[in-house]
């Protein structure tokens, strides 16, 4: 890799790193060894310990994350902060990843960032991994363009995470459930443990997790201030509207009734209580009414049952666990009401079980076609298998399709579906990514 800055390739420099979410490695790949916080710590280092220059508020979780970072940044936007968000996976381009009142970083800046990273990568010996170094850059991006505060997602876990790195004043897990469970261990108490690790000494941390033996684990980090949900802040009315939801929250300073909620989904109600606590704490007080209805009415969090076309109505959600996909079934039938024939476009990794997926999305009962494709990753499950699954599960054999590409899937499925049915797309973030880009426009 050369050093000079007009001849820098910074995607290709940057996907030539490990990246544990594709599965990819550089060749010659490093081993995965012990979890590290080392080689996030010596990038920054040698970058100025940029993520000293803002305060940060931290979110980990088990579904719900990039939703409840997006309400907290448009809450504290929309009360006047300069507000930096970093979030994954990304749907379309990396640059979603990063960015600042709303607005990803742009081709230019982000280059820019990746260039300094790999100054660093030249000058001393680090080998970071692909999520390390975007870590790295979003954050020297926030301290160069002087945010007022970041709000930080988890990418895996907490502990050793690479955005651990951040002294959060304020910590936010939306809830603990069984996934990556290759990483984090089988059970919910380690899975709750290693997300736990994201508490430091004097943080408040902002806990949606209801289960009480899973709340005594996070009650032994060192928080200054636990605010439990259910207890201190929740939802009291939570109901069906165009668009969105209705809904009345309550924080351990205030209550906020008949406020609109820009996006579809029950669950979003509880991530929408869990964002508005976590930025009453950063900034100390209850937030003006008129803040909270404004910032709610523009939330969006694409990729999360999206609707992206009408007629018939498609409907794309990266549910990509059981309760992820749980959650989906239950929205879908609130939502849009039930219809005789659902076609479902699906797509897995190979870590997730085909069967049990399927049966939390309800595959049994849609009474349409099932699309099994290739998630565009290296990761992705044999589509064959994802068909053999649907058939184990009672689907008969003229409604199960089989398509190696995303593309191919929705279009099979937009031709086979009326224009009064619906499709959904869902079972992983790259199916869905790769979805939005067919059909988005």
């Known amino acids: 890799m050369t050093t000079d800055r007009a001849q820098f390739r910074a995607r290709e420099w940057l996907d030539g790193h490990v990246n544990l979410e594709t599965g990819v490695g550089a060749p010659p790949a490093r081993p995965r060894g012990a979890p590290t916080l080392e080689r996030i710590a010596t990038l920054l280092q040698y970058l100025g310990s940029p993520e000293e220059e803002f305060p940060a508020i931290h979110v980990t979780g088990t579904n719900g994350k990039t939703s409840t970072v997006r309400m907290v ?42 260039y300094a990273v790999s100054l660093v990568e030249r000058s001393v010996d680090v080998n970071p991994s692909h999520f390390e170094i975007m870590t790295a850059a979003a954050f020297r991006w926030f301290a160069d363009e002087a945010v007022d505060v970041a709000v930080v997602e988890v990418g895996l876990g907490g502990t050793w995470d690479a955005t651990n790195v951040v002294d959060a004043r ?3 897990v939306t809830n603990v459930s069984v996934d990556h469970v290759e990483y984090l261990g089988p059970t919910t108490e380690e899975i709750a443990t ?26 032994a980090r060192p928080a200054a201030r636990i605010v439990l949900r259910e207890r201190d802040f929740g939802v009291r009315n939570n109901v069906l509207a165009v668009g969105g939801r209705y809904i009345d929250v309550y924080t351990p300073t205030a209550a906020y009734t008949d406020v609109f909620l820009a996006v579809r989904g029950a669950h979003q109600g509880d991530n929408a209580a869990i964002a508005l606590t976590a930025a009453e704490e950063f900034v100390g007080a209850s937030l003006p009414h008129e803040v909270v209805a404004e ?48 076609t479902l476009v699906v797509g897995f ?8 997926m399927l049966a939390a999305l309800g595959v049994d009962a849609i009474g349409g076609l099932v699309v099994c494709c290739r998630a565009p990753s290296p990761r ?34 937009l031709i086979a579906t009326p224009e009064e049915g619906q499709i959904v797309v869902t079972g992983s973030l790259y199916v869905v990514g790769a979805a939005r880009t067919v059909l988005v426009h």
Request: no cysteine; net charge negative; charged share 30%.
């Open 349 to 356: 990794l190979r870590e997730k079980d085909p069967v049990e």
């Open 73 to 114: 940044t448009q809450l504290l936007q929309t009360l006047g902060l300069r507000v930096g968000a970093f979030t994954s996976p990304h749907l379309q381009r990396v640059n979603e990843r990063v960015s600042i009142d709303g607005e990803p970083i742009d081709d230019e800046a982000l280059d820019e960032m990746l």
């Open 380 to 413: 992705a499950l044999d589509p064959e298998v994802v068909a053999k699954a649907a058939l184990d599960l009672g689907v008969p054999p003229d409604r199960v399709e089989v398509a190696d590409r995303v593309a191919a899937a929705v279009s099979a499925a």
């Open 170 to 172: 304020v910590a936010v």
């Open 194 to 219: 290693e997300k736990a690790g994201i508490v430091k000494p004097g943080a408040t941390l902002v806990l949606g997790e209801t289960d009480e033996v899973l709340q005594e684990i996070f009650a």
């Open 295 to 342: 910032a709610f009415a523009n939330v969006a969090s694409p990729g999360r049952l999206e609707v992206v076309r009408r007629a018939p109505l498609v409907v794309i959600d990266g549910a990509h666990n059981v309760a992820g996909a749980e959650a989906l079934r239950r929205s879908l039938d609130e939502e849009f009401g039930a219809v005789e024939a659902r």
